[in-house]
């Protein structure tokens, strides 16, 4: 079975520096999607950033990027010029391409934005 | 589209009562997942349909919890009879493609707090 692992429940950073939040995961698949949800104090879950495991490129939404190492099973977050309005809860979440039904959740890294 | 539509926002309930929590997915999906977030134990898949079926319900924890989706526009989750340990923030999502690429749409939530 998939696991994910965020192994940072808390991070902080100042205004307008960058910060690099961690998640790996275990599987045995070669083909699977991973996300990056952020959750703020208003509950609502927003879809952050997508990237597909066949892809090699990083995908780039913004201020916000991955990391992704394949062979290492590592999907780094990482926040570029960042906001207030970043704080939040950010769960890494995988999602097998086939058994697509489901979204494997981590347990979340709570980030603080100083400013 | 509104999104994924959840109501109530907050219930709260005492114990021993049966409490219906409602959701409407986004127009056009074909799957609708069901969570359970706690802070003890993160983000938990509860029960998913995928064209108003059932698949999964193996995340429910106990025959006092149950869920229906009688149309593809209208799901409930109810729990009877209820107790404090429901306490949790309650997500029900909808998703469009079974290729998995989309990640889910998540509604607002429901806090319930069972008293």
């Known amino acids: 079975a998939q696991t994910v692992t965020q192994s940072q429940p808390e991070m902080s950073v100042q205004e307008a520096e960058t910060v690099t939040l961690s998640c790996t995961y275990d599987t045995s698949e070669s083909d699977y999607y991973l996300f990056w949800y952020k959750q703020p104090p208003s509950r609502q879950m927003i879809l952050v950033i997508r990237q597909e495991a066949y892809k090699q490129q990083n995908a780039t939404e913004n201020r916000f990027s991955v990391n992704f190492q394949k062979a290492a099973k590592s999907f780094s977050l990482k926040i570029s010029d960042s906001q207030l309005g970043d704080a939040a809860m950010y769960f890494c979440?995988?999602?097998?391409?086939?058994?697509?039904?489901?979204?494997?959740f981590g347990t979340g890294t709570r980030l603080q934005v100083f400013p | 589209d509104a999104g994924v539509i959840q109501s109530p926002r907050h219930e709260v309930t005492e114990m021993g009562q049966e409490v219906t929590l409602r959701c409407k997915p986004i127009?056009?999906?074909?799957?609708l997942f069901w969570y359970r977030q706690t802070m003890m134990r993160g983000l938990e898949l509860l029960i998913y349909f995928n064209n108003n079926v059932p698949i999964d319900d193996s995340g429910m924890p106990e025959d006092r919890f149950s869920a229906k989706m009688p149309n593809a526009s209208f799901s409930t989750l109810k729990i009877q009879p209820s107790e404090p340990r429901d306490s949790a923030v309650y997500f029900c999502?909808?998703?469009?493609?079974?290729?998995?690429?989309?990640?889910?749409?998540f509604g607002s939530g429901t806090r319930l707090t069972v008293v």
């Open positions: 127009s056009g999906h074909d799957y």
């Open positions: 979440a995988y999602r097998s391409l086939y058994n697509t039904d489901k979204l494997i």
């Open positions: 999502a909808s998703s469009l493609t079974s290729t998995g690429v989309d990640g889910y749409t």
